[in-house]
């Protein structure tokens, strides 16, 4: 008699338990995130951790979705989608970011940053703060920066050593007037396109090349539609974690604290990944047949930009150039 009811108790309790896990799971509100590049990149990084750090600190209340690979439109599309509200959350490179709001344009200014340590110090500081705060009188939420890596150049007609090598090249550039700007000055041909028709322009030949950190070009594998590397380290590309407004409006102050902390756990993987990519990316491009020039002298690439660098104080004043580049 003991001994059945002991084996109901038991059946009890988990039954109960398997009913509360069901209504935990039903209960998981879905968000979908939606990045440029595969898992298996810095953006899946970023929102492995996020999600993860979500789902901990809302108890499974909140569950990513994720779109990898520009499932759900390229970065314009995106933003858009977190305008509107068709999209929950997304990471997002500077790219298309300065057509929505236009002060993260200055980031993207060639050499301005020494190093990833500056650029992290900056991004990190009361500037890469603020900045994240003007988001929202642009209808976005921004939640931290995450981190790609330093751009460098690729392409199939020859190997790129100095300025005069540049002349004519058709290179893919985002569609960010600070990176068109950049590549005219240098007498490249710049050709703004959004990501998901790169590759394929690349193999028909209508571009001769693009610039892209370490991190995207081994989780896009671009040595299989690019010969050169140059590794000219032009300007630093941060990541921005984001989501929509219209979803945020909907969070409590503890669900939007959980989100805020999962997203600098995300930025903090990114960083990681980045960090472990650049390692080894090289040689993995080299192994893959990639002519890699490493070497790079950045002065006269720095002198060749002049006329655009008087432009960039024009549009973004020179004391803030002056605050970032004296940042420690
Ligand atoms: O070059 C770009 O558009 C971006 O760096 C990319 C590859 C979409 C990653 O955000």
Redesign the pocket.
Known sequence: MRMIRRNFVATAVAATATLAAGAAFAQAKEVKVG???AVNSH?GAAANAWSEALDKGTNGAYKFKQFPS?ALGG?RELIEGLQLGTVEAAI??T??LSNFVPDVGVVDIPFLFRDTQHARAVMDGAFGQELLAKFSKRGLVALAWGE?GF?HLTNNKHAVHTVADLKGLKIRV?ENPVHITAFRTLGASPTPM??PE?IGALQQGTIDG????IS?LTS?KLWQVQKHLTLTAHVY?P?ALLVSPAFWGTLNASQKAAFTEGAKKGAIASRAFVDAVEKKGVEEAKANGMQVVEKVDQAPFRAALEPAYKEYAKKFGQKTLDTITATR
């Open positions: 990045y440029a590049l953006y520009s970065e997002v490179s790219g298309a790609q751009r985002t959004s990501w790169v693009q610039e892209n950190p995207v896009a590309a990541m």
